[in-house]
């Protein structure tokens, strides 16, 4: 059997992290092998050049190419030998990050977006993307009360994230067997039930 690509997608605040871990320990209550991973990060160079996206002020093309760069290692050394071997990947964000944030938040030219992913992963898309979409204000809200350093992406005006939500919505109507819309604005039982029902429907 070939392994399948789950990728987690949404604004920052969507709450979309603590839905995937829940995800990957209710296939793997199915028999099946789970790898949880993210982006940007996932192998020990990813994660370096996480810490310098997060943190560090950049151009806006070299932000977008450290995303594919990041991402490349992880296909290479972790995404595809899992698939390859028949298991699954449960990726906290994937391409459509780099779409929605470098460009409907930054402003990035999409062809410029279409010839990285091309060149990196024309052979690699997920099976199925969750985005985690609600109203900006509930997502702030959120954000508000993390108590920790917020990073450069948390950081943003309030029209960047409205931005980069109306770029994931885009993406979502173009590609509507892929791309899941998750109503995040419901109780947490609600949402598992509808994860449950979702990626049943697709994937299993
Ligand atoms: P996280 O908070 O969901 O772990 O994601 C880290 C931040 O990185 C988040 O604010 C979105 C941003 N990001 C991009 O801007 N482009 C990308 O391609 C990816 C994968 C993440």
């Given at each position: 059997m070939k392994g399948k690509f789950i990728t987690f997608e949404g604004i920052d605040g969507a709450g979309k992290s603590s839905h995937v871990e829940w995800l990957a320990e209710w296939l793997r209550a199915k028999g099946l092998t789970v790898h949880v991973t993210r982006e940007p990060g996932g192998t020990p160079l990813g994660e370096k050049l996480r810490e310098m996206l997060l943190n560090d002020p950049m151009h806006l093309e070299t932000e977008t190419l450290l995303m594919f760069a990041a991402r490349r290692e992880h296909l290479a050394r972790v995404i595809e030998p899992a698939l390859a071997r028949g298991e699954w990947v449960v990726c906290d964000r994937f391409s459509d990050a780099t779409y929605a944030?470098?460009?409907?938040?930054?402003?990035?030219d999409r062809t410029k977006f279409q010839i990285l992913e091309h060149w990196v992963h024309d052979h690699v898309q997920p099976n199925m993307t969750l985005l985690f979409d609600l109203p900006l204000d509930v997502a702030r809200e959120r954000i508000a009360q993390a108590s920790r350093v917020l990073d450069r992406f948390e950081q943003e005006r309030a029209d960047f994230h409205e931005r980069v939500r109306q770029a994931y919505l885009e993406r979502a109507h173009a590609n509507p067997s892929r791309i899941r819309v998750i109503d995040a604005n419901h109780p947490l039982d609600d949402i598992r039930k509808t994860l449950e029902k979702t990626v049943s429907s697709i994937c299993l």
């Amino acid at each position: 059997m070939k392994g399948k690509f789950i990728t987690f997608e949404g604004i920052d605040g969507a709450g979309k992290s603590s839905h995937v871990e829940w995800l990957a320990e209710w296939l793997r209550a199915k028999g099946l092998t789970v790898h949880v991973t993210r982006e940007p990060g996932g192998t020990p160079l990813g994660e370096k050049l996480r810490e310098m996206l997060l943190n560090d002020p950049m151009h806006l093309e070299t932000e977008t190419l450290l995303m594919f760069a990041a991402r490349r290692e992880h296909l290479a050394r972790v995404i595809e030998p899992a698939l390859a071997r028949g298991e699954w990947v449960v990726c906290d964000r994937f391409s459509d990050a780099t779409y929605a944030y470098q460009g409907g938040g930054r402003g990035l030219d999409r062809t410029k977006f279409q010839i990285l992913e091309h060149w990196v992963h024309d052979h690699v898309q997920p099976n199925m993307t969750l985005l985690f979409d609600l109203p900006l204000d509930v997502a702030r809200e959120r954000i508000a009360q993390a108590s920790r350093v917020l990073d450069r992406f948390e950081q943003e005006r309030a029209d960047f994230h409205e931005r980069v939500r109306q770029a994931y919505l885009e993406r979502a109507h173009a590609n509507p067997s892929r791309i899941r819309v998750i109503d995040a604005n419901h109780p947490l039982d609600d949402i598992r039930k509808t994860l449950e029902k979702t990626v049943s429907s697709i994937c299993l």
